[in-house]
C-alpha cells in the first residue's frame, strides 16, 4: 500500500485530519502571527505507529509517503529572523485502503444441438476492484461424461466432442489479495 499524504499551511495554521487549515491555539497572552520573516521550519513526529519513515525536508510543507494505517501527530516548530520560536500540531489520519471481493460471472446457460459439439464459455465479465490474478474452470455436477477441455485458466473455456447431457461448469476467480468468487454455468447438449 502507498500514501502519500501533504500538509501545507501558513506558518500560523495547522491542517487537521480533515484537510483543511484551522488556527491552532494560541497562548492567552500571544498573537499567532509574526512581524518578522520564517526562516526555519521543522516537523518531527509527535505520535503514531511504529515504523521507519521519514520526513521530508525542513520547509513550510510536510511530504508524507508510505504511511501505515493509523493516526499521527506531527509537531512544527517555526522560528523567525530574531530567533523567537513556535510550535503547532497537525493531526493525520491513514485509513486502510479498501479492497473489495472479486465477482465471477461464468456467463449465460448455453444450448445447443447436435451436430454441434463444441461451445465457449466467457468468464471474462467477471469483475475486481484491483485486477483478477486468476481463472480455474472445473467441472461439476454428478455427469460422467467426459469432453475435450482446453483454456482451464483463461476467462475462456473451450468445449468440444460434447455428447448429449447436461453440463455444469464452475468459474472461480482470485484477486493479488486472495479473495476469490465462483460463479456456475449450465451447458445443455440436445439431440
Not at 499567532?32 to 520573516?37: A, N
Not at 493525520?92 to 463444441?118: C, Q, R
Not at 465479465?125 to 482446453?150: C, F, L, P, Q, R
Amino acid at each position: 500500500m502507498s500514501r502519500i499524504g501533504t500538509c501545507q499551511c501558513e506558518p500560523n495554521l495547522v491542517r487537521d485530519g480533515t484537510g483543511t487549515c484551522s488556527a491552532p491555539p494560541a497562548p492567552p497572552t500571544t498573537n499567532s502571527t509574526d512581524d518578522d520573516k520564517i526562516v526555519k521550519y521543522h516537523w518531527e513526529e509527535v505520535n503514531g505507529p511504529l515504523q521507519e519513515h521519514s520526513i521530508s525536508g525542513d520547509s513550510s510543507m510536510l511530504k508524507l509517503q508510505n504511511l501505515s494505517p493509523g493516526n499521527y501527530t506531527f509537531k512544527l516548530t517555526v522560528t523567525d529572523s530574531d530567533g523567537a520560536v513556535n510550535s503547532s500540531q497537525a493531526n493525520v489520519t491513514v485509513h486502510k485502503e479498501t479492497d473489495y471481493p472479486p465477482k465471477a460471472n461464468a456467463g449465460s446457460d448455453v444450448v445447443i444441438h447436435l451436430p454441434v459439439k463444441s461451445v465457449i464459455l466467457y468468464g471474462n465479465a467477471s469483475t475486481d476492484d484491483k485486477g483478477i490474478v486468476s481463472y480455474e474452470w472445473t467441472k461439476t455436477g454428478d455427469t460422467d461424461i467426459t469432453n475435450d477441455v482446453s483454456g482451464v485458466r483463461t476467462p475462456f473455456l473451450h468445449l468440444k466432442d460434447l455428447e448429449v447431457g447436461d453440463y455444469t461448469y464452475t468459474l472461480k476467480v482470485t484477486d493479488a489479495s486472495g479473495q476469490s468468487s465462483s460463479a456456475d454455468v449450465h451447458v445443455f447438449v440436445k439431440p
